[in-house]
């Protein structure tokens, strides 16, 4: 198989290129086989009256689906309400397989979710995360699963409500201060020289919001389309730093009774739609581009597990993206991804709406809060509700968040899971898009809108896309990931004029790793992908292998001790001056990276 090109490393311009064939290494028993397989497109559908309550007696005559507006047959229909079952042993979720040819679906008994808490204040004046205290302490079944992703940390699933419900009561002690630093920090017009990671030096207090998990770290996730953003991004940045310089001219003209230019009145006409000053587009801009990374990273951490997931966005804000493509873009990303996103907006919008006289702070609610409400925030508003409804999750603005939580609980509770096989059979690549309607007047049908139309692919694929997926997010991502500890040594064999070896040797911390003791055995595998440039930041050589761990028990007390160690050499075309190694834990799904500067 021929090499891609994952991506760039971003502050190295490095062009990682990876051998995905590797990946799957062993013996020709074990070797995937091809075959067809027929494409059931799953639907996992929730219908809801007029006041937010399940509608559970429907039939599947009562629906009929269409895609890209022509009819479908039904293939699957089966009605679930969840009840309360003992809490299984606390495992990871089920990582998504191949299911075995005109295989009928199965409909899950429990629900699962990712609760990210996005950049602002979330607490006030809708206490969001009281919201979610209360959510996963008081609606949860005792079989859900549920985690929490917070900046670039994340805990794993788990069903032990205590170690989740210790991390949100920690976010909320600290979260306002780390914000405050933030916002600090991406102040002012130095803002716009400044990218939008994380301050290394906050990491620290990021991580204590963590304290008694192991949490792990969150790359991330890749924007379809950040050039497109980016793009708007300059244009917005060259238009308010124009009208700056604008305002200072027409006070000097004014001050010297001097008429002012169509043209000048155009260009502040212009930069008045976006609403606020330089300095705070900088700010809102990062945050925003932070939050949504946030939400496409949170989207690959659920990616792969089996059946429906739901991540419930907390945002202070929202998002001001100037193009409702970008809106369709996350929610196509999210909907192949069979993911329903919830949105939860905590009010921090409130300093510029204005209460009528029907606001009852005894009710918990808030009424008629839009009037006055500036164009960009309505915007705002109608982008996160687009974003909800097309993936089959709800957004709650305006509200206190207890409530809004209340409604994603009673909406989970129960649904359908339907199935279709296209009419259309080919896999052409493209978005589908997916409607659903329902024989029952006056319900509000919640349902993911569309799926990308990829071919079927080999059974083992499934491991080999997340092992894929996890090396390239952690290959771009800047800073060093030590979920999977790990120490680094390099040197280099001079060989020919042309091409030399070089030489990575790792030790890592075997405690982290996955391993399986079977028959007395200590057993696992590691994927380990290292990435070479020179100094004008070219590639000049790659490796991609794959250890498998066989230990008995005296090895493993050893490297206990001493650490596992590994050796990798490569041949390179020319000289070495960055080296990135990432280390990738199937069995417990953690990554370890590395950046060095060799010379």
């Known amino acids: 198989m021929s090499s891609r090109v994952i991506a760039g490393i971003l502050g190295l311009g490095l062009t990682i290129v990876a051998r995905p064939a590797l990946i799957a290494q062993g013996s020709p028993q074990n070797q995937p086989t091809f075959r067809t397989v027929t494409s059931l497109v799953p639907l996992d559908v929730r219908v809801l009256d007029r006041n937010g309550k399940p509608i559970t007696d429907l039939k599947a005559t009562d629906f009929t689906i269409l895609e890209d507006n022509v009819p479908q047959k039904l293939g699957h229909f089966s009605a679930t309400t969840l009840s309360t079952t003992p809490a299984p042993p606390d495992a990871p979720p089920i990582r998504r397989a191949m299911p075995a040819e005109n295989a009928p679906l199965a409909p899950q008994t429990r629900r699962l979710f990712l609760i990210a808490l996005g950049r602002g204040r979330l607490q006030y004046p ?11 302490r008081d609606r949860l079944l005792p079989q859900d699963q549920v985690a929490v992703a917070a900046y670039n940390r994340a805990t794993d699933f788990t069903a032990d409500r205590g ?18 630093k933030l916002r600090q920090h991406f102040s002012g017009f130095s803002a716009a020289y400044k990218t939008g990671d994380l301050p290394t030096t906050m990491q620290s207090e990021i991580d204590a919001i963590f304290t008694g998990v192991e949490p792990r770290t969150l790359p991330p996730g890749r924007i379809p389309d950040a050039s497109t953003l980016k793009y708007d991004d300059r244009v917005a940045t060259d238009t308010l730093q124009r009208a700056e310089l604008l305002r200072e001219r027409i006070d000097t003209a004014t001050a010297l009774g001097q008429p002012i230019s169509e043209f000048d009145k155009v260009a502040l006409a212009e930069a008045e739609r976006f609403g606020s000053s330089l300095e705070e587009y900088f700010a809102s801009n ?12 949170g989207i690959d951490y659920l990616r792969y597990i089996e059946g429906e997931k739901h991540l419930v966005f907390v945002t202070e804000k929202g998002f001001q993206l100037p193009r409702a493509e970008s809106d369709m873009s996350l929610a196509a990303t999210a909907n192949h991804a069979r993911v329903a996103i919830d949105i939860i907006q905590t009010g921090g919008l409130a300093s510029t709406m204005k209460l009528s006289s029907k606001y009852d702070p005894g009710s918990m609610s808030i009424i008629d809060i839009t009037k006055g409400e500036p164009l960009q925030q309505r915007i705002v508003v109608s982008s996160l509700r687009q974003i909800a409804d097309l993936t089959g999750g709800q957004a709650s603005v305006y509200e206190y968040a207890d409530k809004a939580f209340d409604r994603v609980a009673t909406a989970t509770s129960s ?4 199935g279709y096989y296209p009419t259309n059979p080919s896999f052409d690549g493209r978005y589908r898009r997916v409607t659903v309607k329902v024989n029952r007047p006056g319900a509000r049908v919640l349902y993911r809108h569309g799926y990308f139309a990829e071919p079927p692919r080999e059974p083992i694929n499934h491991r080999r896309a997340l ?3 996890r090396v390239a997010s952690a290959a771009n991502y800047t800073q060093d990931i030590n979920d999977l500890p790990l120490k680094l040594a390099t040197s280099e064999v001079k060989g020919s004029s042309r091409f030399a070896d070089f030489v990575v040797n790792l030790t890592l911390d075997i405690s982290k790793i996955g391993l399986v003791l079977d028959d007395g055995r200590h057993r696992g595998g590691l994927d380990i992908a290292v990435f070479c440039q020179n100094a004008d930041g070219d590639a000049v050589g790659d490796l991609w292998q794959k250890m498998d761990l066989n230990l008995s028990e005296p090895t493993y007390q050893r490297m206990l001790q001493e650490g596992l160690t590994y050796s990798g050499r490569i041949t390179v075309k020319g000289l070495v001056k960055h080296v990135k190694v990432v280390v990738y834990d199937y069995a417990s799904d953690r990554v370890g990276s590395m950046t060095r500067q060799v010379r």
């Not at 990062?286 to 990273?297: C, H, K, P, V």
Request: glycine share 10%; hydrophobic share 45%.
């Open 126 to 136: 809708s206490g969001g995360v009281d919201g979610a205290i209360a959510f996963v």
């Open 286 to 297: 990062r945050q925003t581009m932070m939050d949504l990374g946030r939400l496409y990273a």
């Open 163 to 180: 170690k989740i419900l210790e991390v949100l009561e920690q976010f909320k002690a600290r979260h306002e201060l780390i914000e405050a």
């Open 415 to 418: 649904g359908y899971l339907l």
């Open 467 to 469: 092992t894929y997926n």
